[in-house]
């Protein structure tokens, strides 16, 4: 398999529907663009680099969308209506991972459409770096936010919700309760 290394920006008072149709472009161009594979580009580019080998040279953390189930050749009326089905995620750490006795990187999150039309996905992480509850936190805030791009595509990116509100409530009352008796 070759890795895209890609960078993609969110600028203020974006649409999600914009976000993803920037990034469906980005994406797009960079796997056109794939000839070389991704180790020489590491090794061009950072010749003298004593790399750890239990570290990736450029990135810690993979997203990878299925490419038989991928976006590429979709029209946009296809894939809002796959966002219209459930999400489901599932964890995978270290020890679960079967054949390998370690994450390839820190975080990694694999989603595809099954044949229902549910968005799954499957994060693998680094058990020696995340706790699990950690990253089932962060499953759930996906969840939602994927619901809330199904909910409302023109929604401001950064206004989008990623916390319920109890969650919400505790990082901003209890978490940042700073009164101290003297």
């Given amino acids: 398999v070759n890795m895209l290394s890609i960078r993609i920006e969110v600028g203020q008072g974006v649409a999600c529907s914009s976000f993803l149709c920037s990034t469906r472009e980005t994406v797009t161009n960079a796997i056109a663009n794939a000839q070389l594979p991704f180790q020489s580009i590491v090794n061009d580019l950072l010749p003298d680099l004593q790399r750890d080998p239990s570290r990736n ?42 054949t390998n006795d370690t994450s390839k990187c820190d975080l990694s999150l694999a989603c595809g459409v099954d044949a229902s039309g549910c968005i799954t996905g499957v994060i693998e992480f680094a058990s020696d770096l995340f706790e ?5 936190r962060l499953a759930s805030r996906l969840v939602m936010l994927s619901s809330s791009v199904v909910d409302d595509p023109e929604m401001n990116i950064w206004t989008m919700p990623i916390m319920h509100s109890d969650e919400l409530s505790r990082v901003m009352f209890e978490f940042n309760d700073t009164a101290a008796a003297f």
Avoid: C
């Fill in 132 to 136: 699990r509850s950690a990253i089932e």
């Fill in 57 to 98: 040279a450029v990135f810690q953390t993979v997203f990878a969308w299925e490419p038989d189930r991928g976006w590429a050749g979709r029209s946009a009326e296809e894939l809002s209506s796959s966002f219209g089905a459930d999400v489901d995620a599932s964890l995978v750490d270290e020890a679960e991972a079967g």
